[in-house]
């Protein structure tokens, strides 16, 4: 066996020398290759590639064009078309430009320099610029989604409750203090934000005042409503009791209306209301229905139920009397499946807080709140006591300067006053609303609107449409019931349908309890009004007449 080894590696060698220079010469020619070009190629041309084409290129194909392609071409890439990049497809882009590394070429990206500036980055709001290069600069709206619209989310709806650019307030709060008196600081305000307003305070008995109970600089924003504050009496003086009535800052949900009352309407919500809690439903006037159509609040047609509930006004909380009607029904909630509409008809000037709730299949029960204010122009006195139905209590208002005496012509009571004529204080007639059926009419100033005699709950109220400027009137409440039947009447007095006063709660009226008819018994003394302005506005000064105690005399009764 090894002869035959020795003979196949002979037979190895003479084939790798052969090979090398793909010669088919000789072994032993000048170039080794067995051509006659003197190169080591084996092509006869003369040039220094493995073709035989004559080129001088350099290159190892067989055209002139310097790349190292088959294919006759002058575009010095390494495929075989003409548009200068390296795929082997024909197409004219140019080669890729990457000059900031975003791993967009040119021309897509618009701005080469700027990695931020490209087709991939969504568009930036307000910026004024192309950020993703579409040709076209902020058309977002400037509220940074991905849509053409301004509502700040990313379909292509336009649903302006959801704009995320408004400058939301932030809650404006004095470091805290044990009085806000010490600081100069009554002006109606929970200026530290502790829940308190006008701490330490003084303040005239029966005074009312509106107030709020929130931020100082969300007062009277979005949702946010002035409450009341009654004087309470403390001493010599009266401070200031628990501010109620008013609606506060709340959370933000989506109902279309501003919550947390910081100037933006279901701020960064971006949603689509299921209710409009937005909706306006007005002021209301005495004697008038007012109408509130639910179906213009919540839209959706599929309500399972409705609830409507009224806050009582100050003499229905302090008599526990409801004086108004909601649906023809004398009751401070109604509810059922039905009650879509409701029909509120008021006796009482004041703020009443009206509350409705409907029961939705899709988000459950929703809520919105309002507060409605009954507003009566001019000077409005109002009197309530806890034993209508028993006892017989009147009310009498004089203008000092031109009223005579109590029970005289010159005064406004039930005997002369009722709008079949009136006493002469000079005001012409008004256009006005007329219990019971509401009617409006040419009415007499002043006169009185209801005399109640016997109907529990019912008020009595005495109206100057258009008091003059500095005119001064004085009232007083007759227990006009024969016996000694003890009785705690209360008075409210509104000044172009605001609540300036209420006597007869802090503290009550003590001791009144005899009376024994026309113009004889007790009579309680009650205030001084000084009408401020032109007949629509809403300024008065109030003076109780007080001497430790609210002021009961036996008649007859000096005048004023």
């Known amino acids: 066996m090894k002869p035959i080894f020795l003979f196949l590696m002979a037979m190895v060698l003479v084939l790798a020398i052969g090979c090398e220079g793909n010669d088919t010469g000789s072994l032993f020619s000048a170039d080794t290759d067995g051509d006659t070009d003197g190169d080591t190629d084996g092509d006869t041309d003369g040039d220094t590639d493995g073709d035989t084409n004559g080129d001088t290129d350099g290159d190892t194909d067989g055209d002139t064009d310097g790349d190292a392609d088959a294919d006759s071409d002058s575009d010095s890439d390494a495929d075989g078309d003409t548009d200068g990049d390296s795929d082997a497809d024909s197409d004219s882009n140019p080669p890729c430009v990457d000059e900031d590394e975003d791993w967009w070429c040119v021309p897509f990206d618009c701005d080469d320099d700027d990695p931020d500036v490209n087709p991939g980055v969504p568009e930036a709001p307000g910026n004024g610029a192309d950020d993703n290069c579409n040709g076209l600069t902020d058309e977002t709206g400037g509220d940074g989604d991905t849509d053409a619209d301004s509502d700040a989310d990313a379909d292509a709806d336009t649903d302006t409750q959801c704009i995320d650019d408004c400058p939301e307030a932030s809650p404006i709060c004095q470091p805290a203090m044990t009085s806000e008196a010490s600081q100069g600081l009554c002006d109606q305000l929970d200026n530290d934000c502790d829940g308190q307003v006008d701490e330490g305070c003084t303040c005239g008995v029966g005074q009312v005042q509106p107030c709020f109970l929130g931020p100082p600089n969300f007062r009277n924003v979005g949702q946010c409503t002035d409450g009341t504050q009654p004087c309470v009496a403390a001493g010599e003086f009266g401070v200031w009791g628990t501010c109620a009535g008013g609606i506060w800052p709340t959370p933000e949900i989506c109902d279309n209306l501003d919550n947390d009352c910081d100037g933006c309407l279901d701020d960064d919500l971006c949603c689509e209301p299921p209710i409009n809690c937005g909706f306006d439903v007005g002021d209301a006037v005495p004697f008038v229905d007012k109408v509130i159509d639910g179906t213009q609040i919540y839209t959706g047609g599929d309500a399972l139920a409705w609830e409507w509930s009224l806050t009582k006004g100050p003499c ?116 006005s609303a007329m219990p019971p059926d509401g009617i409006y009419q040419w009415v007499y100033n002043p006169r009185l609107d209801i005399d109640n005699i016997s109907t529990v709950g019912k008020p009595e109220n005495i109206n100057v449409d258009n008091p003059g400027e500095g005119h001064q009137y004085r009232v007083l409440v007759h227990k006009y019931s024969s016996g000694t039947y003890l009785t705690h009447p209360v008075i409210n007095v509104y000044c172009g349908g605001t609540r300036k006063a209420t006597y007869g709660v802090s503290p009550q009226v003590t001791g009144f309890d005899y009376g024994c008819g026309y113009n004889c018994g007790e009579g309680w003394k009650v205030v001084d009004i000084t009408w401020q302005g032109d007949p629509l506005s809403d300024t008065c000064t109030l003076a109780p007449i007080w001497n430790n105690g609210y002021v009961i005399q036996s008649a007859p009764w000096s005048w004023p």
């Open 316 to 431: 229905d909380l302090v008599l526990n009397t409801t004086s108004f009607k909601m649906n023809g029904q004398a009751v401070s909630t109604i509810s059922g499946p039905a009650v879509s509409q409701l029909t509120l008809r008021f006796q009482l000037s004041g703020d009443y807080t009206l509350t409705m709730r409907v029961n939705t299949p899709l988000n459950g029960w929703l809520e919105c709140q309002w507060v409605i204010h009954v507003v009566a122009p001019g000077l409005r006195v109002e009197l309530c006591w806890d034993t209508t139905g028993s006892v017989d209590v009147d009310l009498h208002m004089g203008r000092i300067g031109t009223t005579t005496g109590w029970f005289t012509s010159s005064e406004c009571y039930y005997g002369n006053c009722k709008n079949t004529g009136n006493p002469n204080w000079g005001y012409p007639q008004t256009w």
